[in-house]
């Protein structure tokens, strides 16, 4: 191939994976080959200028905003960064500095958060706007998502209009919390956090970006029109002093090696970070040097982004054991000769499934590159077969489970290899918890750690158990009492008059939660005409598809199931619909004080306080330290600031509405912390 041929090919690679990244959110190789296809188009331009085209990527940030949001034009253009991979290019970068500036030069060095870019419009102390970067010149609109996201204050102390950039991320908690929830639903999971956030974020629905525990850290003052500032840094303390959550840890640095210094220590130690950071951004204090070096077409001579070097290690297969998960997944994991990948020792590396297994035709033995890019799990990328010496051994996923023995299922159209067995030890515990809890029995007094106490004590086997349990038995376990086991003993008992959709929800029937459990309930008004329930007349169901109809009935033709249900019916546990019972709408506001004022938007007073009302809450007048949250239209005058001096929460109509659709009270209290 020529040069040119061989920029224009690279060109055509780079370009599909930035519509896959940016405006897909799902990349199809990792940001370490995207940035090698992106290193090499550089050197090929640089050696031979004659062939660099105009529309290269090289000269561009980003990807085409979306037609599917409305279009910001950027205040200030937002630009990317130029890289840094090693050392030498961050001594490289300091001279190019020294050249360009005179007097004293100082760096602020920050995380580089793997999220989205985001900028934000503030002006008379309100949020205004908020856009993804988009081509850098043009972003999407995202403000009613990005007002979801609760570290993004909706208000400020200062009247300046000022705009602000930040990476709007998810935890690496909370982005393990959804993947297990992803898991439990039967769902795809997300590759890492970026994706989640990228995904998230970008919703037609800000409903559904509510439901994702978004977070931001916003790391520059990208304009602000009645102050000045003399450094990036004091800039930033401006922007902490007015509740934003600026990026943490960032250092001021006198010189490179202070910088290179402070890189190596979170190089050894990001691992211990809770979000994930791709890199370390180095940045030129001083706001005048930093107007004297200017930018590129791209991004800012002032500053420059390194990038963590790739995580990518050889080492051996050892063995591959099998786990059964929380909803009876069945997960084949490679135990590894430890290496040490992102500054952590690696000796396990999930495999997913068996299909991953087959295609990239692992053995144990194997000599394989595990890599930790991005994704929290190590990886196995693939094998070195050279490296082969005949002592492989083929892997199968066992067809029985390797805890209770029973056959496992390949439902279709999944990729997982399943235990369906509703006594299944690793599963039970795990079902028990989700059988009490509030959306389903709703038993009080049944803690993890207590249900953890009766499995060991074997008193209880599975749900059904619980009906079962006397008073004697569990007295004298530890941190029990006559008191605590007088309660659980009477909110068993009161369970038992549940209506049906409690019990159904309980089941933890996959993919059945509590909507389709009420729907079941509604349409079939008897468990027995449930468990007979055909595919067809289950697919009829309004939302049913045949995934979920598949589920039900492959549930209630295990021989196990039927017998749980069976000691449940005979311990005198209702099994029938309810009817004119709180047609099923869950009192997630229950106990709560809410006060409403202004006029909301669609809402009339009434339909508000009904909604309230229906759902447990009261609808209360005066706004003092116990209100739970106060609901605000337009003109909300005495009430709101009150709220605002004592710190109630503050709602609008479609927090609150989001708010009445949520499926518990916990949900509720969390979403207004
Ligand atoms: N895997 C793929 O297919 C694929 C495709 C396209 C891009 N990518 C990835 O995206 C990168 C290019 O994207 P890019 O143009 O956004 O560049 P970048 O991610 O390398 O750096 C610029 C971005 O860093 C972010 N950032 C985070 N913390 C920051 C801080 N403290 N200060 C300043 N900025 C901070 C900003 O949002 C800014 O937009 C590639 O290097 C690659 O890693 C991957
Ligand atoms: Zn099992």
């Known amino acids: 191939m020529n040069t040119k041929d061989k920029i224009d090919k690279l060109i055509e690679d780079i370009n599909y994976h930035n519509e896959k990244y940016y405006n897909q959110d799902l990349p199809e190789i990792s940001d370490f080959d995207y940035d090698n296809l992106m290193k090499e188009l550089i050197k090929l331009e640089e050696k031979y200028p004659e062939f660099k085209r105009v529309d290269s990527p090289t000269n561009r940030v980003g990807g085409k905003p979306l037609d599917k949001f409305d279009q910001i034009v950027h205040k200030i253009p937002m630009l990317s960064l130029s890289n840094a991979y090693s050392s030498q290019d961050l001594q490289d970068f300091d001279k190019r500095v020294r050249d360009m500036v005179s007097g004293k030069v100082e760096y602020v060095v920050e995380f580089k958060i793997d999220g989205l870019s985001v900028g934000v419009t503030y002006s008379n102390g309100t949020f205004e706007k908020g856009a993804t ?37 998810i935890s690496k908690g909370n982005f393990k919390k959804i993947n297990e929830q992803q898991e439990e639903a039967g769902a795809q999971l997300f590759a890492n956090p970026r994706n989640l956030a990228a995904g998230s974020l970008r919703q037609l629905d800000p409903k559904l970006t509510a439901k994702r525990p978004l977070d931001i850290f916003v790391f520059n003052l990208e304009h602000i029109d009645n102050k000045e500032f003399k450094s990036h840094s004091e800039s930033l303390e401006f922007l902490k002093n007015l509740g934003f959550s600026v990026s943490p840890n960032y250092k001021v640095c006198n010189s490179i090696d202070q910088v290179i210094g402070f890189i190596e220590y979170w190089t050894e130690n990001r691992d211990k970070l809770d979000f994930e950071i791709d890199g370390m951004v180095i940045k030129v204090n001083n706001l005048d040097q930093r107007e004297d070096m200017g930018y590129t077409a791209k991004s800012p001579r002032w500053a420059i982004a390194y990038k963590f070097p790739a995580e990518k290690k050889k080492t051996k297969i050892l063995d591959i054991i099998v786990e059964v998960g929380r909803t009876g997944t069945i997960t084949p994991t490679a135990i590894l000769e430890p290496v040490r990948l992102a500054g952590t020792s690696v000796s396990r590396a999930t495999l997913h499934n068996e299909d991953y297994i087959k295609e990239k035709d692992i053995k144990i033995n194997d000599t394989v590159i595990v890599q930790k890019a991005g994704d929290i799990i190590p990886q196995v990328l693939e094998v070195v077969k050279e490296e082969r010496t005949g002592e492989e051994i083929d892997f199968n996923l066992p067809d029985k489970c390797p805890v209770c023995s029973e056959p496992t299922v390949r439902l279709e159209g999944e990729a997982a290899v399943k235990c369906i067995n509703i006594s299944c030890p690793a599963q039970i515990r795990r079902g028990i ?27 209880i086997k599975d749900i059904s ?31 038992k008059d549940n209506d ?6 309980g089941l933890g029937i996959k993919f059945i939660g509590v909507k389709a459990a009420k729907i079941l309930a509604n349409s079939f008004k008897d468990l027995d005409k449930i468990i007979n329930a055909t595919e067809p007349e289950l697919v009829n169901l309004e939302e049913f598809g045949e995934t979920m109809a598949n589920s039900v009935v492959e549930f209630f033709k295990e021989e196990k199931n039927l017998s749980v249900i069976e000691k449940l019916k005979n311990a005198g546990v209702n099994t029938k619909s309810i009817e004119n019972e709180d047609s099923g709408i869950v009192k997630v506001f229950e106990g709560m004080k809410i006060v409403l004022t202004g006029t909301l938007p669609t809402l009339k007073r009434n339909d508000a306080k009904e909604i309230i009302e229906s759902r447990g809450g009261k609808s209360t007048s005066s706004v003092s330290k116990s209100t739970t949250f106060v609901l605000a239209g337009e003109e909300a005058g005495s009430k709101l600031t009150k709220a605002n001096e004592l710190g109630v929460k503050v709602v609008d109509e479609d927090e609150f509405l989001e708010l009445s659709k949520l499926s518990s009270k916990e949900e509720v209290e969390n979403k207004l912390v």
């Open 433 to 459: 918890i989700h059988f009490v809890s509030r959306d389903a029995m709703n038993i009080d007094g049944l803690g993890e750690s207590i249900i953890t106490l009766l499995l060991n004590e074997k008193i």
């Open 500 to 505: 049906l959709w409690r019990l159904i929800n």
């Open 465 to 495: 158990d619980l009906y079962y349990i006397n008073k004697d038995d569990v007295i004298n376990l530890e941190r029990m009492g006559e008191k605590s086991a007088t309660n659980l003993i009477n909110s068993l008992e009161k369970s």
């Open 133 to 169: 970067r988009g081509d850098g010149v043009v972003g999407e609109d995202i403000s009613k998502n990005l007002m979801t996201v609760k570290s993004i204050p909706l208000k400020i102390q200062d009247n300046s209009e000022l705009v602000v950039r930040g990476e709007v991320y």
